[in-house]
């Protein structure tokens, strides 16, 4: 099974920051990575597929990057609602896998 | 405008069984795969199985296989996911999500459900 490590686990930020989460995969997926944010009690919502391809509706405050074993997830500038937690996952192959989540808190 | 809504949730005994069903709306239902996901309390998102557009084809996590099977039924809208011998730890909202591709499986989930929270204990 592919292995996704998600860091850091939590960070505290601030309105207006630029934030960036790091995905690690265990071995290489090429692009077969997908972003997703939950809220509390709340379904998650899928924001970026193929690594770097927004879903639609998606704000361009979010962007993706990276290929082979190495991904990033950036937001450009925090607002109140993108306090939440994100998870990857890798699509490569089964089993489907996720990363263990970041929560993004508010400093 | 998609939508599933998930059901069938509830309190059950270990080693028993249920049947969770998810209604779908707003989109080709039976051209797309789809998937079952899950998050236990408090933890992380777990993927469970997958199905393709026309059932011919299922996936499934380790944790679950022998023991839970994905279906649908293309002319009722629906998917469902029928869980035998429970465990505690199987304990969990369960999400139904679409799969991105169409006619073939991407594997990729771009829509989620609400969730329907299993809860095994005796």
């Known amino acids: 099974d592919i292995q996704m490590t998600q860091s850091p686990s939590s960070l505290s930020a601030s309105v207006g920051d630029r934030v960036t989460i790091t995905c690690r995969a265990s071995q290489g997926i090429s692009n077969y990575l997908a972003w997703f944010q939950q809220k509390p009690g709340k379904a998650p919502k899928s924001l970026i597929y193929?690594?770097?391809s927004l879903q639609s509706g998606v704000p361009s405050k979010f962007s993706g990057s990276g290929s082979g074993t190495d991904f990033t997830l950036t937001i450009s500038s925090l607002q109140p609602e993108d306090f939440a937690t994100y998870y990857c996952q890798q699509y490569k192959s089964y089993p489907l896998t996720f990363g263990g989540g970041t929560k993004v808190e508010i400093k | 405008q998609v939508q599933l809504v998930e059901s069938g949730g509830g309190v059950v005994q270990p080693g028993r069984s249920l049947r969770l069903s998810c209604a779908a709306s707003?989109?080709?239902?039976?051209?797309?795969?789809m998937h079952w996901v899950r998050q236990a309390p408090g933890k992380g998102l777990e993927w469970v199985a997958l199905?393709?557009?026309?059932?011919?084809?299922?996936y499934y996590a380790d944790s679950v296989k022998g023991r839970f099977t994905i279906s649908r039924d293309n002319s009722k809208n629906t998917l469902y996911l029928q869980m035998s011998s429970l465990r505690p730890e199987d304990t969990a909202v369960y999400y139904c999500a679409k799969d991105r591709g169409s006619h073939w499986l991407v594997r990729l989930v771009d829509y989620w459900g609400q969730g329907t929270l299993v809860t095994v204990s005796s």
């Open positions: 707003g989109f080709t239902f039976s051209i797309f795969g």
């Open positions: 199905i393709s557009y026309d059932g011919g084809a299922e």
């Open positions: 193929a690594a770097s």
